[in-house]
């Protein structure tokens, strides 16, 4: 078993010792399923609750809601807001708490190196985070299809895609700010306000919009509501792949300016 399987391997241990493995999947069951739930039972509530006095709700705009604008919806209110400060909080501390308890050195005297630690970081975190959030969209795919039109499985499919590739992103930036920080505070608040920032930069700019990698999340946005692909995906996907490059060569470079590793 090469090395950095070997370091995936305690990366889910660890997932399975803070219980991880199960509540993580759940929060992202619970956000999928939220938004057709609510979309769907929101006036029987409000009235129920006597919640609608002064309040006046058009029941058949949620009649008229199309099944792929209520799966987008949920990327776009729930995955990208809360979904995005969960994954943020959990990761905060992927390699400062190797740094801050010496298992970051520890690790980096043995015959492993800074690329293959920082590779195996990224790898272990992306796949699970984005096995988590492919199940909270598929609860979410499930009851749209049961409470309003069916989404084209192809559409969903793509969707789901495109959006893992803005996840990568999240990730990597994530823990490149892990890397260079030592309070879990800071990397959380700078990650945060960063990762909101390039989403509600999207559609501000054509040039702001190619180099912005919240623009993966805007196109699977894009591909539920209408159907189409847009012409600049090619450029978007490459340019964040890049970024997602470049975040986790600093992270390899700022560990080994600062000596932890034998090589």
């Avoid at 949920?74 to 943020?88: A, K």
């Amino acid at each position: 078993m090469n090395n950095v399987a070997i370091l995936s391997k305690k990366e889910f241990v660890q997932m399975i010792r803070d219980f991880k493995i199960v509540w993580f999947p759940l929060v992202f069951i619970l956000l999928g399923m939220m938004q057709p739930v609510l979309s769907y039972y929101l006036p029987a509530l409000l009235k129920a609750m006597g919640g609608d006095q002064g309040i006046t709700i058009d029941p058949s705009f949620f009649e008229q809601l199309k099944g792929g604008e209520v799966l987008a919806t949920t990327l776009e209110s729930q995955f990208d807001q809360l979904g995005l400060l969960i994954i943020v909080i959990s990761l905060m501390g992927a390699v400062q708490s190797d740094k801050a308890n010496g298992m970051l050195a520890f690790i980096l005297t043995r015959p492993v190196s800074v690329s293959q630690y920082i590779g195996a970081k990224v790898l272990s975190n992306y796949w699970f985070v984005a096995a988590c959030v492919a199940i909270g969209y598929l609860a979410s795919y499930a009851y749209v299809n049961l409470l309003f039109s069916n989404v084209s499985f192809a559409d969903m499919l793509l969707a789901l895609l495109f959006y893992l590739v803005w996840v990568l992103f999240i990730i990597s930036f994530t823990t490149m700010f892990s890397t260079l920080f030592n309070n879990q505070g800071i990397i959380a608040l700078l990650s945060i306000v960063l990762l909101l920032l390039c989403r509600s930069l999207v559609g501000i700019n054509s040039f702001v919009d190619l180099i912005n990698p919240a623009m993966m999340s805007a196109h699977a946005v894009e591909i539920l509501m209408t159907g189409i692909i847009h012409s600049k995906l090619t450029a978007n996907l490459l340019i964040t792949l890049i970024l997602c490059f470049a975040a986790i060569l600093i992270s390899k470079d700022w560990i080994a300016k600062k000596k932890y590793d034998n090589s």
